[in-house]
């Protein structure tokens, strides 16, 4: 079955430390997404990507980064710099921008 | 620029009727509706594209004026399993198809 696959579930990271959110599609979708969801606040837009080797900051892309080499794959990476990382992150994908969204199951991270 | 949505939060009991409203101080190109229950990935509902254009998923329905740059979700006969959290996300209308979500309407239907 098609699907997004996101890993690890839960991730604890120790202050300055950068960790790696994995995200992986087989729906053969061009676009990509990582959102950040905070209790009351709603989706927020980390990063976007409309095509491999291509990405765009979202409204929130402080203190992270991510990568588009395969078209799959979109890990995000959330770096030290990021002083409030604690919250659910959502990785998605459609087949090009505008279209419907397919959500993984998300990654909690937590700050030891 | 995030769509504003109303009402935050509405407990009905099984069987009534919920109108979710979404509206956006902005032109929108496009307005989508997901649904999230708790511990799971949000689940894509419908998009509108037209002005006054409206869908139907189950007993979910939705409408789109664009002349107000407004979307309402209707949830008719309630059933148990529309619980969870409703979120409407916008397109403007300037291109770029980046899409914006609101804050959430939080849904209990109670038996």
């Known amino acids: 079955d098609g699907g997004i696959t996101q890993s690890p579930k839960y991730l604890f990271r120790k202050e300055g430390q950068n960790v790696t959110l994995s995200c992986e599609q087989n729906l053969n979708h061009d676009a990509m997404y990582w959102y950040r969801q905070d209790p009351g606040q709603g989706l927020r837009l980390i990063y976007y990507s409309q095509i491999v080797n291509d990405f765009q900051k979202g409204d929130i892309a402080e203190g992270y980064s991510v990568s588009r080499e395969k078209k799959e794959s979109f890990p995000l990476t959330v770096t030290s710099a990021q002083k409030n990382p604690t919250a659910f992150y959502l990785c998605a994908s459609s087949f090009a921008l505008g279209q419907p969204q397919h959500f993984g199951d998300g990654t909690r991270l937590s700050i030891l | 620029q995030q769509p504003v949505q109303s009402p935050q939060a509405v407990i009905l009991r099984e069987g009534e009727d919920a109108v979710i409203n979404c509206s956006s101080s902005k032109a929108l190109y496009s307005v989508h509706w997901y649904r999230q229950k708790h511990g799971e990935a949000p689940v894509f509902l419908m998009i509108?594209?037209?002005?006054?254009e409206q869908k139907g998923h189950e007993k979910i329905s939705a409408s789109f004026n664009e002349k107000k740059q407004q979307s309402s979700l209707y949830l008719t006969a309630s059933q148990l399993s529309y619980s969870g959290t409703y979120f409407c996300?916008?397109?403007?209308?300037?291109?770029?198809?980046?899409?914006?979500f609101g804050a959430g309407t939080r849904l209990f239907v109670k038996a």
């Open positions: 996300g916008t397109e403007l209308n300037t291109g770029g198809f980046k899409t914006i």
């Open positions: 509108l594209l037209k002005g006054g």
